[in-house]
């Protein structure tokens, strides 16, 4: 989470919820873990198109997708620089 630049960048990959993976990229330089949450969610709304399949419908891909990502970064944050 770290960029180097005394700023805090969050790259979400989503990959297997769309037909091609896709990249989001925020700042969240300042925000709290449950800000950093929100802030990644709607990062990564627009960025979810499943198709459904035998795996699963579109509503439940879209649900993992979600619990996925916050997942992420609950526990990518103990791991980032916070000062």
């Known amino acids: 989470m770290p960029d180097g630049s ?3 960048r969050l790259r979400l990959a989503i990959g297997a919820l ?3 993976p ?11 873990v449950d800000e950093a949450v929100a802030d990644a969610l709607a990062a990564a709304e627009p960025l ?3 198709i459904p399949d035998v795996r699963g419908s579109t509503a439940y891909k879209r649900a993992l997708g979600r619990v996925a ?3 992420a970064v609950r526990r990518a944050w103990p791991e980032a ?3």
């Open 69 to 71: 990502a916050e997942d």
């Open 48 to 50: 979810r198109d499943p």
């Open 22 to 32: 896709r990249l989001a990229e925020l700042d969240i330089t300042g925000r709290r």
């Open 81 to 83: 620089s916070h000062d």
């Open 18 to 20: 769309a037909a091609i």
């Open 6 to 8: 005394c700023g805090h």
